[in-house]
């Protein structure tokens, strides 16, 4: 995962490493796990709502990244 952040004042990339198990690959496997223990009396997942923030988010990143400069959340 490539995040922008400032470091001693100028905006760079960094990395984090996904965990091993943890990509794509499992994604799927992980999704119908979530879904079963729902079926079975769970917790449901993220809602709605959280993608709607997570999007957010994300286009504020994007905004920064393309403008260079910190921008708000609401």
């Not at 091993?20 to 729902?38: D, S, Y």
């Not at 709605?48 to 260079?68: C, F, H, K, P």
């Amino acid at each position: 995962v490539l995040i922008g952040t400032h470091m001693d004042g100028e905006l760079v990339d960094v990395k984090h490493p996904i965990p091993e198990g943890e990509g794509w690959g499992t994604a799927f496997a992980r999704e119908h796990a979530c879904f079963a223990a729902m079926c079975e009396g769970g917790s449901p997942g993220p809602s709605g709502e959280d993608g709607a923030a997570v999007q957010e988010i994300l286009d504020a990143m994007y905004r920064s990244s393309n403008e260079g400069r910190e921008v708000e959340v609401s």
